[in-house]
């Protein structure tokens, strides 16, 4: 499979973060039929994927085709199974599918894709080929977040000490990916990173394990999705403790809330909507006959951190006073 990087990060200092310039979708496809594209993301409750499914119907409407959001309740491989059987049931000539298991779910997209369904990934691939993917780097992001860690914890005078990873599983794809970057981070360091516990993306059971490994006494936590770093935010919170990392990766209003209240030092932020625009775009032109190549395109991600959340609300502060 090709690989075509359309964002890098950059350094931003200015605001205290990294930032990488998201690929926009700025463009309007015509397609020469009536397609019907199923929209399979994870879940259908993270922000994350309700962001995705609202860029997707927006690029949908402007390009005159029918978009269907079929997401699991939970993050399950047996319902997303069920939700991509039912899109090859139902007659759709497309699917946008964010694999919950790169393993799991590949006999199922390969059925939809002998049915002549296209196949396009975002967020996260399965071992299916596509005919393209939309997704953050997301071992660049997770190096990213393990060296946000490490600065704060030096920041704070902390040169060792143990270090907890909250993870969804061990089965997605870019669950695999952030944790792989984090752990590289840490590579040369007097840190110990401890064994990786996982939450399936719950947030109430990320806040047991965060709790736990404050417990033990860690001095940093992170967490690889919304639900996980939510639960790491909420333990870290009632500790009492302003003496842990937190750091994160996705972007909610409840992280942005952790962030703004000291609980978490920063998040790693995608952008999802622009994955589900040009996922849309992409599976027009493959209906169309175009040959998109395989082609991945990283969508970017950034730091948020509380100094740039701040210098957010200043500017739209601004905005709405012109």
């Not at 690929?23 to 397609?35: I, M």
């Not at 996980?228 to 209003?253: H, L």
């Not at 030092?265 to 995608?270: H, L």
Request: net charge negative; proline share 1%; with cysteine.
């Amino acid at each position: 499979m090709k690989k075509k990087i359309f964002a890098a990060l950059i350094c931003a200092s200015m605001i205290g973060c990294l930032a990488a310039t998201p690929v926009l979708a700025d463009e309007t496809v015509k397609a020469d039929g009536d397609y019907k594209i199923a929209v399979i993301t994870m879940d259908s409750v993270d922000q994350h994927w309700v962001s995705l499914k609202e860029g997707a119907e927006e690029e949908a409407k402007a390009d005159d085709v029918t978009v269907d959001f079929m997401a699991p309740d939970v993050k399950d491989d047996a319902k997303q199974i069920e939700c991509i059987n039912n899109a090859v049931a139902g007659g759709y000539d497309a699917l946008m599918v964010a694999a919950n298991s790169e393993d799991a779910v590949s006999g199922a997209l390969q059925e939809a894709i002998d049915a002549g369904m296209k196949l396009v990934y975002v967020d996260s691939p399965a071992n299916v080929e596509a005919e393209a993917t939309f997704s953050t780097d997301n071992k660049a992001a997770g190096k990213t977040a393990g060296e946000e860690m490490i600065k704060a914890l030096e920041d704070k005078g902390v040169k060792d000490g143990s270090i907890g990873i909250v993870n969804i599983n061990n089965s997605t794809n870019t669950a695999i990916q952030r944790e792989a970057g984090f752990r590289e981070a840490f590579e040369g360091t007097d840190y110990e990173l401890l064994e990786t516990q996982f939450c399936e993306g719950d947030a109430a059971k990320a806040q047991t394990i965060a709790e736990n490994y404050i417990t033990e006494g860690v001095v940093g936590i992170y967490g690889t999705n919304e639900g996980a770093s939510t639960g790491v935010g909420n333990a870290i919170k009632a500790s009492g403790s302003d003496e842990i990392i937190g750091v994160g990766f996705d972007k909610s209003d409840t992280l942005k809330g952790l962030i703004e209240d000291g609980y978490l030092v920063c998040t790693m932020a995608q952008n999802p909507d622009q994955m589900g625009k040009l996922g849309v775009q992409a599976c027009i032109k493959a209906l169309n006959g175009e040959d998109l190549g395989g082609e991945v395109t990283d969508t970017g991600v950034s730091v948020l951190t509380k100094e740039s959340l701040a210098e957010d609300g200043a500017e739209e502060t601004e905005e709405a006073a012109e």
